[in-house]
């Protein structure tokens, strides 16, 4: 199974208050719930392709009003072919929807009746999440978790709530609406921990910790890498010029600096200035430092530079 499932199969298992309850099903019959008005009368309906949320939902509903309701399986030709879902309320309709203010708009999220208490405030997070949230695995190259919302004021109060718990949320418009999203693993995480998902938590960071780790492991050698091959460049055309020199003067007349090096040079022509320098004191008895040995071999390149240029005057 995805990450994602596992995540909400945990936030199915919680167990809440009535007054969570409550404010977690009005998340879920407003974001993938609708009203009907029908012969039959006033009705709600939720759909969802996901059992373990309609059984949520069946649960509440029979646990906070104690009616029954309808129960119809379609299967899907389009996507994934996943069975949809539809759980029809029809006793105690108008009573469901007055007290989870399901045909009241919202124009502050945070002043709801339902949602006075923070921990009513997570419980309404983890209902819209369990009806339209998708989180990617973290295994995966970028993290990110939405939420989506078919009218732009749904997601402008997701994303509100949200950042109630300072998750730096933002509100993008979709081809089908809209998404309040999390780009961020320390928010992401911190969405888990808001909504209760522990283990799924506990899974996340430490798939984080070890992506990091990997991350951290390859720009390093990736650095040793780069700097292993400037060495070589730099200790390349130190030989090169070190040839010019032995082909086109007398070396023995070069100043005793100048030749130390190109002894130095010619012993170990892969080592770095700085392993230069510690070879030094075996070699002459004396260390010679590395801005010292740079210096010799930039004056070396730029006295055999100077040869080639008055060869092709």
Not at 166 to 179: D, H, P
Request: hydrophobic letters at 40%.
């Amino acid at each position: 199974m995805s990450f994602a499932f596992d995540t909400k199969s945990e936030l199915l298992s919680l167990k809440a208050d009535e007054c969570c309850i409550l404010a977690e099903l009005s998340a879920l019959l407003r974001i993938n719930g609708n009203i009907s008005i029908s012969s039959e009368g006033l009705s709600v309906e939720f759909h969802t392709t996901n059992i373990g949320v309609a059984r949520k939902v069946i649960k509440s509903v029979k646990d906070l009003y104690h009616v029954g309701v309808d129960i119809i399986s379609k299967k899907q030709m389009k996507l994934k072919k996943q069975d949809m879902y539809i759980i029809k309320i029809r006793d105690s309709a108008s009573k469901i929807i007055n007290e989870l203010t399901l045909m009241t708009p919202i124009d502050n999220i945070l002043e709801e009746p339902l949602l006075i208490k923070e921990c009513c405030k997570r419980s309404y997070l983890r209902g819209v999440f369990l009806a339209s949230g998708s989180i990617n695995s973290p295994k995966s190259s970028s993290y990110h978790l939405e939420i989506h919302s078919s009218n732009e004021q749904d997601a402008i109060n997701i994303t509100e709530l949200l950042n109630f718990f300072y998750l730096n949320a933002k509100t993008l418009k979709r081809k089908r609406g809209f998404i309040s999203y999390i780009k961020e693993s320390e928010k992401i995480a911190d969405f888990l921990r808001v909504a209760g998902a522990i283990s799924a938590l506990f899974t996340f960071e430490d798939e984080r910790i070890k992506r990091d780790f990997v991350n951290s492991i390859t720009r390093v050698m990736n650095m040793d890498i780069a700097n292993q091959n400037k060495t070589l460049h730099a200790a390349n055309n130190q030989l090169r010029s070190i040839s010019i020199l032995e082909n086109m003067t007398d070396v023995s007349r070069l100043p005793k600096s100048m030749r130390e090096a190109i002894e130095l040079r010619k012993q170990y022509p892969e080592s770095s200035l700085k392993e230069l320098s510690y070879h030094s004191y075996d070699i002459f008895n004396k260390t010679i430092s590395k801005s010292a040995l740079n210096h010799r071999f930039r004056n070396i390149n730029e006295l055999a530079t100077q040869i080639m240029d008055n060869l092709h005057e």
